[in-house]
């Protein structure tokens, strides 16, 4: 399936659902320690005699345990069509599941004689105790998936609001670097120049897309070189880039305007301000999930104490940091070294073909 069909992809009614999905392994683990302190509280509720009630212990483990497991097992089943009413419809009728399956499991119990250790003389009638039990415990499994999900959706809210406040401060630097170069070629060569902004507005047009969209590796190679393809008219024979990603898979996602900023620098405080230009080597490799790009440019160090340095945004690193953090979580790095009168940007994250969705 393509990238574009992922990122594009809304959330089904289950997929927002605040019930977790109970049957995936980790819910399951989850939901049997709780069941296993629930029962280690009812045993300790008992007087306390000289000698445990591991008899007892057991036969309520066991008693908890199967009716967590047949819980879990009947509400996952029953979760997509419990997805589609309101929560607090859908939050009754998971009560009501967990009441009466407790209650059928008593009656079982009772059936074969499995329930005298775990009554005692003078306590409310087995079956009320049970059912309030199993009650008050799903309300308040039921709240906690509740608030869970609430601060999920939350989280997502802010990410969303941040990716896109950052999306939006690319935009202008993106299109106020392109028009400077634009505006150069127009009384030296007005033919290119429309070309150029033929060129511009295929890359701007790219620009609008979903903020945190991912696209396809070759498709944001295709945005950068008609990127440099606009610079080239302007600074012409003083530009040459070396490229290295012929080891990159085409179909691997990258977050959208990602590499076009890193060669924007390249050429704003690397190229331009030096009368000979210089070239400008991309690399890219794919390693055991993990994409890694560096972008190396001539560095001139007199040139940052220049009384007139290159003009620019600098927020090109800074917004593509914040991205691939947003992303793809701590695991994602942006890293600058200078060596050798040559400065390299480098980018790492993990990454899967075809799967990675924003």
Known sequence: ?????????????????????????????????????????????????????????????LFVQWNVLLSAALLCRLRPVLARLKPALAGAICCGVVVALTLACTAVADWLSLAGPMQQSGEVRLYERHALI???MSALMLRYFYLQSQWRRQQQAELKARIEALQARIRPHFLFNSLNSIASLIVI?????????????????????????????KEEIALSRRYLEIEKL???DRLTVNWQIDTVPDNLPI??????????????????PRIEGGC??????????????????????AAEHHPRPP????????????????????????????????????????????????
């Not at 977050?255 to 331009?272: D, F, K, M, R, S």
């Not at 890219?284 to 160090?301: C, H, K, M, Q, W």
Request: hydrophobic share 45%.
């Open 311 to 358: 003009k620019g945004t600098k927020q090109a690193l800074t917004n593509i940091e914040s991205r691939l953090a947003a992303l793809f979580g701590p695991a994602a790095s942006l890293k600058i070294e200078r060596r050798n009168q040559r400065h390299t940007t480098s980018l790492r994250y993990p990454c899967e073909r075809l799967t990675q969705e924003a």
């Open 189 to 217: 060569d007005p033919d290119k120049a429309e070309r150029a902004v033929l060129d511009l507005s295929s890359l701007f047009r790219a620009s609008l897309a979903k903020p945190g969209a991912l696209v396809l590796w």
């Open 234 to 236: 302007r600074l012409g």
């Open 134 to 136: 199993a009650l008050i």
């Open 1 to 61: 399936m393509p990238i574009s069909k992922l990122t594009k992809r809304r959330p089904s009614p289950v997929d927002e659902f605040f019930v977790p999905e109970l049957c995936e392994p980790e819910a399951l683990l989850v939901l049997i320690l709780l069941a296993e302190l629930l029962v280690l509280v009812l045993v300790l509720a008992d007087p306390i005699t000289d000698e445990f009630n591991w008899v007892r212990l057991a036969l309520v483990s």
């Open 255 to 272: 977050p959208q305007l990602t590499l076009q900023p890193l060669l924007e620098n390249a050429l704003i405080y690397g190229i331009a």
């Open 280 to 301: 400008v080597e991309v690399k890219a490799r794919y390693t055991e999930g993990v994409l890694e790009l560096s972008i190396t440019n001539p560095f001139d160090e």
